[in-house]
């Protein structure tokens, strides 16, 4: 049975691109709601237009796409069936009605999924956005493992049942969006991309995207996920350095091995603790999930004081170069290994 269609629309400053939105998502057999994010008073005859399509929802101040979204997710939750499918979409016409009848067939077929509307950016995309979707398309997949090819698509529809879960996402802004994916990733809920049609209006002239500012909230999300990494390895660097300087009275060879290891030990039970408590929020059963971690941290602690000798010892590498060209290389295969196999919460993503 076909569930309920709702399409929410978070919308600021909106041109007429707006109405067009809204009577073809209409003719879709869409209900529709609007939230208007705090506009000018010169945009009050737009959204009295937009009321005769549906449901249209005032912010008194500009508070930010994630937080109009998540206004539109509440309304929904209080006024519509749980079962109903929502599809959010711009308001700036980048996205076409057509689409979302698409991807909220996707939803109906794979419960529990949050679907993406996925451009493939190929031509005619303006250089700020294509640059833009390429750097956060590579810093995600490093952060999480995932291919997710349009992580800033506003298209994405999924199950009203997730909708308690998606109030509980930090995030005001453009900053919530990514958010939405990082969660998704981190408890397991699947992502499915559905390929959709490219449109860029004015070269996207019509957006409110501040390229500093809301780049740097949604660098900022990912930046704090990868943090575990990121404090794993200063304790690590910053004991190898301090052991270093201790034991250099006792050779290459000796002190390598004593530094490296005794840096390991501490930085691997940080690593593990933060992965497991704040990373990943794996609930999987703590000796069973210590003792493989220990087992990783075992055979990559071998591998690295190998690689490690061999570069200072035998090539001549600087000890601290040699240290940070080592952990460089054994950085994916550990967070690989943990990712799939330790903190694993299922098959995260998908792609039609």
């Not at 930085?267 to 000796?287: D, E």
Request: glycine fraction near 6%.
């Amino acid at each position: 049975m076909k569930s309920l269609r709702i399409a929410l629309i978070p919308a600021y400053q909106p041109t007429d691109q707006l109405l067009l939105l809204l009577q073809e998502a209409k003719s879709k057999g869409f209900q529709l709601v609007v939230v208007d994010d705090g506009s000018d008073k010169s945009f009050l005859e737009i959204f009295a237009s937009a009321a005769w399509f549906g449901a249209v929802l005032h912010h008194e101040q500009n508070m930010g796409k994630g937080q109009a979204i998540k206004t539109g997710l509440s309304y929904i939750q209080d006024h519509f069936p749980a079962d109903c499918i929502i599809v959010t979409m711009d308001a700036d016409g980048q996205h076409r009605a057509v689409d979302a009848p698409k991807i909220c067939q996707a939803v109906q077929n794979h419960p529990d999924t949050l679907v993406l509307g996925s451009r493939k950016l190929r031509e005619h995309v303006p250089v700020r956005s294509r640059f833009g979707n390429t750097v956060t398309r590579f810093v995600y997949r490093i952060s999480t493992g995932q291919r997710v090819w349009d992580t800033q698509t506003g298209l994405r529809a999924f199950s009203a049942r997730l909708i308690p879960q998606f109030l509980s996402i930090p995030g005001e802004r453009y900053e919530y969006e990514m958010n939405v994916l990082l969660t998704c990733s981190r408890i397991g809920i699947p992502i499915l991309e559905e390929e959709i049609e490219t449109i860029y209006i004015d070269g996207n002239a019509s957006s409110h995207f501040d390229t500093v500012k809301d780049s740097w909230r949604v660098y900022k999300e990912i930046l704090k996920f990868s943090a575990a990494s990121l404090i794993s390895f200063l304790v690590d660097y910053g004991l190898y350095s301090a052991l270093t300087l201790c034991t250099s009275g006792l050779g290459n060879a000796p002190s390598i091995l004593i530094t490296n290891i005794g840096a390991r030990i501490v930085s691997a039970s940080i690593n593990y603790t933060i992965n497991r408590k704040m990373v990943f929020r794996s609930k999987a059963h703590v000796v069973r999930s210590a003792v493989q971690y220990a087992a990783l941290a075992a055979g990559i602690l071998i591998g690295n004081t190998v690689v490690l000798s061999v570069l200072a010892d035998y090539l001549g590498v600087n000890r601290y170069a040699a240290k940070l060209i080592t952990e460089l290389l054994f950085f994916l295969m550990s967070w690989l290994v943990q990712r799939k196999v330790i903190f694993r919460a299922g098959k995260n993503a998908k792609k039609s």
